[in-house]
């Protein structure tokens, strides 16, 4: 079976065979974690859809829009591997109108924690998962576990907005040592990634604790112990579905997730835990 690239959504909607539809939306750069996204895909649907889109709408002014990592033949040979039946991959022209007006708000939700540090990321993160629902029209959709609070926001708007797609969190894919893998990986040299180690370790030392007091206190000892060259964003310890910080009196699934620069990378990690009395 090739591989159908859609370069627009004319092509698009062309490739749509008519069993039922897995999306794996992607900025592309592919590594082993969209791997898992994809094999996640595969298992749920007919036919599995990738989008490959840097999206303009989700980089503040300040970020890392422009150089972000682009390796579209590359990507394609990893689709073609992993049995993908299209890519769609749309220019941002065709993507968004010269003149267009409204957008997804991500409410309270994109303000707090990511969304306080990167302000209007989240509204730009829905608004392209909208557009790309309604261009794909998916049974199903995958995201990875390691955008914790990006995932949450989406399963907000599929439940506040009647969306009818099922969305798929998918674990978190790491490198031996415990780095979580992620596009930005490249950007660090070897000393910033033995620095960007402080983070997984901070949070398994911080899982490792039974009392949200004792798991922020841990994990943030770790953070510190990494010295000047890691620069911390935040520590938070929040409930999975709003993203609310949470206290010691709280049960049940919580997120502990940090994110912090090291050599001028910004970094995101987090993990599951469970909290009981
Ligand atoms: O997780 C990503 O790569 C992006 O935020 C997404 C979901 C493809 C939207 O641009």
Redesign the pocket.
């Known amino acids: 079976m090739d591989l159908i690239v859609a370069g627009n959504r004319d092509d698009l909607a062309k490739a749509r065979g008519t069993g039922s539809v897995a999306l794996v939306?992607?900025?592309g750069a592919l590594h082993e974690g969209h791997r898992s996204l994809i094999r996640a895909a595969r298992v749920r649907a007919d036919q599995v859809v990738v989008?490959i889109?840097v999206?303009p709408l989700?980089f503040g002014p300040n970020e890392d829009f422009s150089r972000y990592p682009r390796t579209f033949d590359a990507d394609l040979d990893v689709c073609r591997e992993e049995g993908v039946h299209v890519v769609f991959a749309p220019s941002p022209e065709d993507m968004y109108r010269p003149d267009r007006q409204v957008s997804v708000c991500a409410g309270e939700m994109g303000t707090i924690v990511e969304g306080a540090s990167r302000p209007g990321h989240f509204d730009g993160?829905l608004t392209?998962?909208l557009k790309l629902f309604n261009l794909v029209r998916p049974e199903v959709a995958i995201?990875?576990q390691k955008?914790a609070q990006?995932l949450a926001v989406i399963r907000r708007m599929v439940a506040d907005l009647d969306l009818a797609v099922e969305i798929v969190g998918a674990p978190t894919v790491r490198e031996p040592d415990g780095l979580a893998l992620s596009s930005r990986n490249r950007y660090l040299s070897a000393r910033d990634r033995a620095v960007a180690l402080a983070l997984s370790r901070a949070l398994r030392a911080g899982a490792a604790e039974l009392t949200a007091g004792a798991i922020r206190s841990t994990a943030r000892a770790v953070l510190d112990e990494a010295g000047p060259d890691l620069d911390l964003d935040y520590l938070a310890l929040v409930d999975p579905a709003t993203f609310k910080e949470v206290d010691d009196a709280y049960e049940g699934s919580a997120v502990l997730a940090v994110a912090a620069r090291v050599g001028g990378t910004r970094l995101i990690d987090n993990v599951v835990l469970s909290l009981r009395h």
């Open positions: 939306p992607t900025m989008s889109f999206n989700q993160v392209v998962v995201f990875g955008d990006q």
